[in-house]
């Protein structure tokens, strides 16, 4: 199976700063199409998980321009900026390259 | 409007079988592979199946093999979750979700104790 394994963020983030988050897989995720096959989503207190980036950088619908993901092979990073109250909850990364899909265990944010 | 709405949560002794299921609309539910999410309390994200467009190809993650049984009705546009042998670790809300993650629901809530 394709471990991921996210990092921790610095919290609580200061409303208006920049906050970035780290996810590493066990395995690269190019699938023989050359996509990268790396989803992030944000799951709110009390809510369902939202999908923010796949393909390790497309926009979801309706995403902000806030978020932008970047990163190739097994190295991936979320960039959130101008971190605002609604930002506060947990950071998933995932991995659609095969199966069995698999989570990083969340990284927190926190607001200041 | 999307929406993907569960049901079927309950309280079960271990060893009992249940079964969930998830009423997609909004979309063209018989385009997406569909698959199940699973999120014991307190801890993170789990992926339990997933079932192809047809319903002719399915997935499974190694815990729940044999015991859970994902399937789909494309003409009343919902997905299942069959659950037997059931233990006390299978404790979770489950989410229905589009395998790729654009759409959820929002959980049913499976508490397996006796």
């Known amino acids: 199976d394709i471990v991921m394994t996210q990092g921790a963020l610095p919290n609580p983030v200061p409303s208006g700063e920049s906050a970035s988050i780290t996810c590493r897989s066990s395995?690269?995720?190019?699938?023989?199409?050359?996509?990268?096959?790396l989803n992030w989503f944000l799951q709110r207190p009390g809510q369902s998980p939202q999908l923010l980036t796949y393909w390790t950088s497309t926009r979801a619908s309706g995403v902000s321009e806030r978020f932008s993901g970047s990163g190739s092979g097994t190295y991936f990073t979320l960039k959130i900026s101008r971190v605002r109250a609604e930002d506060a909850g947990v950071y998933y990364c995932q991995q659609v390259r095969e199966y069995p899909r698999t989570f990083g265990a969340g990284t927190k944010l926190e607001l200041k | 409007e999307v929406q993907l709405v569960e049901s079927g949560g309950v309280l079960v002794q271990p060893g009992r079988s249940m079964k969930l299921s998830c009423a997609a609309s909004g979309f063209t539910f018989s385009s997406f592979p569909m698959a199940w999410v699973r999120q014991a309390p307190t801890k993170g994200l789990e992926w339990v199946a997933t079932?192809?467009?047809?319903?002719?190809?399915?997935y499974y993650r190694d815990s729940v093999k044999g015991r859970f049984t994902i399937s789909r009705d494309n003409a009343k546009s919902t997905l299942y979750l069959q659950m037997d042998s059931l233990r006390s670790e299978d404790t979770a809300t489950y989410y229905c979700?589009?395998?790729?993650?654009?759409?959820w629901g929002q959980g049913t809530l499976v508490t397996v104790s006796s």
């Open positions: 395995k690269s995720l190019v699938y023989k199409d050359g996509k990268t096959y």
């Open positions: 979700t589009t395998d790729g993650g654009a759409y």
């Open positions: 079932i192809s467009t047809s319903g002719g190809s399915t």
